[in-house]
């Protein structure tokens, strides 16, 4: 580790390198860690009124996580509702990431490897021009385009597929859409960057050699790209779970969103110690699932940074 620093300061000079040291430093302090450590307070903090902070009333308890499991603070039950909402706010982020996996890959092969000159830019560029508009404009474009009477609707009436227009969005079918969409660069560019550092001479090796597409890339291009793989799906999984705009726009009345909960909590209901607790358990959860998926795939925290 002494020689990593010695080459960070050799490279970077001591006064450059303290500086992005302090400024890293502050950034992840003032930023990330204390705001999280502010928000476990609160939710161990009982819900009073702002004149009463501080006071006897103020007092530790664990009384906003007992809620989220038993629907009251004196543990009697199960709450269902919130419960259920979690679950399936989880699992449709894993399939969300799944789904953008299967889109990304693909495209994210081409771009390294077939791709050539003017037509790997133009590519490059289609995909990041749509994100100029504002996640917001998006998201009403996609309910725009899902409606009962939008786009999508008229032309599979018009070429005879339906006979009367399917509720895209009751069906969650405009939000799964919607959030795929939303975060498809963060799973393209992370795949893009492992599989262009991979050497062309061991894919057409392996052609020499008679292996099929589906063997190269089982053997050899998906291990390669593995970091970038865990990479692309940690940040798009993240996004998913903690998404608030695309699931109020674009969700039915029956797909509540988690983060909905939770933004009722502090708004609506007006309990911040509650809002507080949901937010830390989606948080911790997140966390430990990203961290479990890379322990399954053997994938260092390290590889995942490069």
């Known amino acids: 580790m002494s020689e990593y620093w010695k080459t960070f300061f050799r490279k970077n000079g001591t006064t450059l390198g ?40 103020h007092h530790y308890t664990v009384e906003h996580y007992k809620y989220l499991v038993t629907g009251s603070a004196k543990g009697e039950g199960w709450n269902t509702v919130h419960l259920s909402v979690f679950v399936r706010t989880i699992l449709a982020a894993i399939i ?53 009477s939008g786009i999508i609707n008229d032309f599979l009436l018009a ?6 227009p399917f509720d895209f969005i009751r069906n969650d079918i405009a939000l799964w859409a919607g959030l795929s969409y939303a975060y498809i660069l963060l799973m393209i560019f992370p795949i893009y960057n492992a599989i262009e550092s991979l050497d062309k001479n061991q894919i057409e090796a392996a052609r020499d050699m008679g292996a099929s597409w589906t063997r190269i890339h089982r053997r050899i291009v998906i291990p ?43 708004n609506a209901a007006g309990n911040w110690a509650r809002g507080s607790a949901y937010a830390i358990v989606l948080l911790a959860s997140c966390i430990a699932f990203v961290l479990i998926m890379m322990k399954v795939f053997k994938v260092k925290l390290g590889e995942i940074a490069r």
Not at 37 to 46: I, P, Q
Not at 129 to 147: C, D, M, Q, T, Y
Not at 237 to 247: D, Q, Y
């Open 96 to 148: 969300v990431t799944l789904i953008d996996l299967a889109l990304c890959y693909p495209v994210a092969y081409y771009l390294a490897h077939e791709a050539e000159g003017g037509w790997s830019r133009l590519m490059a560029l289609s995909l990041i021009i749509p994100f100029w508009v504002n996640e917001i404009l998006r998201a009403f474009s996609f309910k725009i385009l899902f409606g009962s």
């Open 159 to 164: 070429i005879g597929v339906l006979n009367e």
């Open 18 to 57: 303290l500086f992005f040291l302090l400024a890293v430093g502050f950034w992840i302090f003032m930023m990330i860690v204390l705001p999280q450590l502010y928000m476990v307070d609160f939710s161990l903090r009982a819900n009073v009124p702002p004149p009463q902070w501080g006071t006897e009333t």
């Open 224 to 266: 390669h790209a593995k970091p970038g793989i865990t990479s692309g799906c940690t940040m798009v999984f993240m996004l998913t779970a903690g998404a608030l705009a695309a699931p109020q726009i674009l969700g039915g009345p029956s797909s509540l969103w988690f983060t909905q909960v939770i933004y009722q909590a502090f």
